[in-house]
């Protein structure tokens, strides 16, 4: 494991009483304990990547998703946050977790090429507890979150980094949100050798939806001086549309949070990325029709 880099923390706690910096260390010190990152392969000359954001709504809309969802075969689901609405789970034993996610997803996990559920977090999930779902993941070999953030490294030249982009709305959170920058700067090398570099983070940070807008303040900070022009491609979800947001600094910018909380079912959908043998992406929104 490499070693952490302190530097740019140490650069900005110049001003900081030594009660603080010495706690800020403690907690980086500690992040550095695990790398985070893991080894998955699949064996198909083709990979089929699917994306998936703010779904957990049991509601008409999810389930005619969930129904064209499973006929995709997807290698890998990604799901981008607000995976439980609208105050994410009570416990490990919520009944939530059944009726807005298992119960849909369960399912597709266990048929065809058996995806594992790749999750992230979003605003709606950290209004309770997000550590209850990674009780749920020691349960369910199917779900993935073994923490906040992780990397993926797939059939080793496909890496995907699932980053907690709510740390940086409340103050509260403030040394996590420190901690998980500290680890992506101690990624960063082994990042190099990724032919496809994926982002995955809740909150976008362009957004051409009327719902929230562009990021702003500490969530923008952390994905310009973090992401953007450093990974391939930013898949976000918390708008609750289908959109291609253009490109930014060489980072292709896409959200996919449609997949339970749209007004209307047009609006619905996901985002799939296909990748041949020579690693060259093809995406597309599906989208659903009336």
Request: aromatic share 10%; glycine share 6%.
């Amino acid at each position: 494991m490499s070693a952490c880099k302190l530097t740019r923390t140490a650069q900005n706690a110049n001003n900081l009483p030594m009660k603080v910096i010495i706690f800020i260390l403690i907690v980086l010190v500690s992040s550095c304990a695990k790398d985070h990152t893991y080894k998955k392969s699949i064996s198909a000359e083709n990979l089929k990547l699917c994306f998936i954001g703010d779904t957990g709504t049991n509601n008409n809309i999810q389930k005619a998703v969930t129904e064209v969802l499973s006929r995709e075969k997807c290698h890998t689901i990604h799901v981008l946050g607000d995976v439980i609405y609208s105050r994410g789970l009570k416990s490990p034993e919520d009944k939530n977790f059944y009726k807005k996610f298992w119960d849909h997803y369960g399912p597709i996990a266990k048929k065809d090429h058996r995806p594992l559920l790749y999750l992230i977090m979003g605003n709606h999930d950290h209004r309770r507890s997000i550590k209850h779902w990674i009780t749920l993941s020691k349960k369910y070999p199917e779900i993935f979150y073994p923490n906040p953030y992780y990397l993926i490294r797939l059939n080793h030249d496909v890496c995907l980094v699932h980053l907690d982009s709510e740390y940086y709305k409340l103050i509260s959170n403030f040394f996590v949100g420190i901690g998980q920058i500290n680890w992506l700067d101690r990624i960063e090398d082994e990042m190099k050798s990724c032919k496809v570099r994926i982002a995955l983070t809740h909150h976008p940070y362009e957004n051409s939806g009327s719902h929230h807008g562009p990021s702003k303040g500490w969530v923008r900070n952390f994905l310009k001086n973090n992401v953007i022009g450093k990974f391939d491609y930013l898949i976000s979800g918390h708008e609750h549309h289908l959109s291609d947001e253009g490109v930014k600094d060489g980072t292709r910018m896409l959200i996919s949070g449609a997949g339970g909380n749209t007004k209307k079912i047009e609006d619905a959908g996901y985002l799939v990325f296909d990748l041949d043998q020579n690693f060259n992406v093809k995406y597309e929104f599906r989208r659903l029709t009336k």
